[in-house]
């Protein structure tokens, strides 16, 4: 018997002995591991020839960085000094492969898309927020979802949906001008009750301020319950129901004061691995902690009222026939026909529920928050806002009716609204960055070589990537890249979406993405399906807002920074306490009769 198989039988014998054996194998094999993954398996990447930046800590390497700047500032950075692909260090040593080349980005997101799907845990944090929807499933699940769901997001149908988004802006409308009429302010909208009594006392006639957010959020609330499921949340009317404010306060998570720690960002991961191998839900029935059991209580009411919501529509069709849904609108009646034409098999209930939380969330938080980025963009830019005003009336002059809007075809033919929705969701995408990861070893293809950084000399066309690689996609940064944009790619300029006559202008055009060279819906099979809903959405809101009105800064020298929480909303620097808002002054904006 030689002497370890000896060892271990006396230990089976002595516990205490198979406890300090135990403890002792793991004293040993903790600071191996460690220094194995901080130090020797990064000299063995596939990745060690791409340039990057120098490993700031064994720990969490470069996320120090990421984490303390503003979304995409650190990628910007790191462009600009490496180029369009770069190496960096994640937790515990791991790199990270960061891309800007257009080719390799088309590689990844459109040529090869089912090739390198997103994580188990980026899904994983999904299901457990939107369900098994669209944006969970991969391959060929996510092929026949989508199989399923294109008819519903057919242009016709995204046209037909028009009237709704007009119907509930010109609710928004008329609630603004009445407290406009009425000098009713938003209290919350200051930094505090002393800077709030000093405006009063010299206010404009005729001028409030709002945080223009939580009327974005309405807003768009009220019009994906119509458009998507024929439900009415009544936020407009301050009358939310249940389910409305349930939905608000669980997945619109409020930005902390501090930036993000590496060390903390490690912890909430940890934390959510562990949640995402517990039965959670039962597991909170045990936990003796009021905040827990209401964040249960919140999951399993948007959970039953969205499973309801499914069936009602369901039941209709088992009642009336399909028939009952023909005329119907909303998205979820058009999904139904669809899984109809298809057979039952096509989508399961809680698949058609994981499409309705998803819908709810993509189409309610996303053009929120970039309506709102939007409108503190024009209250930056008079010049632009006005100019956008005139083309808005101009257009409406011929209308047979005053009192008629627009239509789809008439919004999609106004240049300088269309320049605008481009720029604005350039510069502030409401996600500003996702991952994937490579399902087996390639190699991506770069449209420009790059200099080795062991050997300068030597230049690289292809990345090596091994099974298991992770991919980061910089959204924001790529719309903020000066090879594409120029040199003031960081200014706020629709016109670099127009060709102008005199040739001083450059129309951005072709790149990867659904929208040129804008990556704010992704791009390929993997992009938003929604997208063409959302910007029709948006166009309406924004031609409505700016015909009646004029925003402005709620101070001249008032600072706003992005904070990402899965979507990235602004934060009044100095007021980050005070949470995710957005201040403006708003008054009616005159006729050109008036002037």
């Not at 188990?120 to 944090?125: I, K, N, P, S």
């Not at 928004?172 to 209290?187: A, F, H, I, N, P």
């Not at 809680?350 to 503190?376: D, F, K, N, V, Y």
């Not at 910089?474 to 120029?486: C, K």
Request: aromatic share 8%; hydrophobic share 40%.
């Amino acid at each position: 018997m030689d002497s370890i198989t000896l060892l271990a039988a006396r230990a089976v014998q002595h516990p205490f002995l198979a406890t300090g054996l135990a403890v002792l194998a793991l004293s040993i094999a903790v600071p191996l591991y460690f220094v194995a993954a901080c130090f020797v398996r990064p000299l063995f990447s596939s990745l060690r020839d791409l340039p990057g930046p120098r490993n700031d800590h064994w720990l969490h390497g470069n996320l120090g960085r990421i984490f303390g700047g503003a979304p995409g500032e650190a990628h910007i950075a790191w462009q600009k000094q490496y180029g369009n692909a770069v190496r960096y260090r994640a937790f515990f040593g791991k790199d990270r492969l960061l891309l800007f080349d257009p080719v390799a980005l088309n590689h990844v997101l459109v040529a090869h898309a089912y090739e390198y799907p997103r994580p188990v845990e980026a899904r994983a944090d999904l299901a457990m927020v939107l369900g098994r929807g669209v944006l969970f499933v991969e391959f060929d699940d996510h092929r026949r979802h989508r199989r399923v769901m294109n008819p519903a997001f057919a242009p016709n149908h995204m046209r037909a949906l028009t009237p709704v988004f007009f119907e509930y802006t010109h609710r928004l409308r008329k609630v603004l001008t009445q407290l406009v009429e009425s000098g009713t302010g938003d209290s919350s909208a200051w930094r505090n009750e002393q800077q709030r009594l000093a405006w009063e006392e010299k206010k404009p006639k005729g001028e409030i301020v709002q945080d223009v957010m939580k009327w974005m959020n309405r807003v768009t609330m009220d019009i994906i319950g119509e458009a998507g499921f024929g439900y009415h949340f009544n936020s407009l009317s301050l009358e939310h129901n249940a389910f409305g404010r349930v939905f608000t306060s669980v997945f619109t998570p409020r930005a902390s004061a501090a930036k993000p720690a590496p060390r903390d960002v490690l912890i909430q991961r940890f934390v959510a691995g562990v949640i995402r191998r517990l039965p959670l839900m039962s597991l909170a029935d045990w936990i003796p902690n009021p905040s827990i059991k209401q964040l249960r209580d919140a999951f399993k009411l948007v959970e039953v009222e969205s499973m309801k919501i499914l069936q009602a529509k369901k039941l209709e069709v088992e009642k009336d026939g399909l028939e009952s849904v023909q005329g119907g609108n909303d998205l979820i009646a058009l999904l139904l026909k669809s899984v109809n034409s298809e057979g039952k098999a096509s989508m399961s209930d809680q698949e058609l529920r994981g499409q309705l939380t998803t819908m709810l969330i993509a189409g309610h938080e996303t053009t929120s928050t970039a309506l709102t980025w939007t409108l503190w963009m024009l209250a930056r830019a008079p010049g632009v806002q006005a100019k956008l005003r005139r083309e808005i009336r101009q257009a409406r002059v011929g209308l047979a009716d005053p009192e008629d809007d627009l239509d789809s075809k008439d919004l999609d033919a106004l240049p300088y609204l269309d320049a605008v929705t481009r720029e604005c969701l350039r510069l502030e995408p409401p996600v500003t960055s996702t991952i994937r990861q490579a399902a087996h070893d390639d190699f991506i293809p770069l449209s420009t070589p790059i200099p080795s950084a062991r050997d300068p000399s030597r230049l690289i066309s292809h990345i090596h990537v091994r099974k298991g690689q992770f991919i980061f996609i910089p959204i924001r940064a790529v719309g903020l890249s000066s090879d594409v944009y120029g040199d003031d790619a960081e200014h706020f300029r629709p016109e670099r979406w127009i060709e102008s006559e005199d040739g001083t202008g450059k129309k951005i055009e072709g790149g990867v993405g659904l929208t040129g060279s804008n990556l704010t819906f992704l791009a390929g099979p993997r992009g938003c399906i929604g997208y063409k809903f959302a910007i029709l959405e948006y166009k309406a809101i924004l031609s409505v807002l700016i015909d009646h009105f004029e925003f402005d800064l709620r101070e001249p020298d008032m600072q706003v920074e992005g904070r990402a929480v899965m979507i990235t909303r602004p934060l009044i620097v100095g007021e980050e306490h005070k949470g995710n808002r957005m201040p403006l002054r708003i008054r009616i904006a005159p006729r050109d009769e008036d002037h």
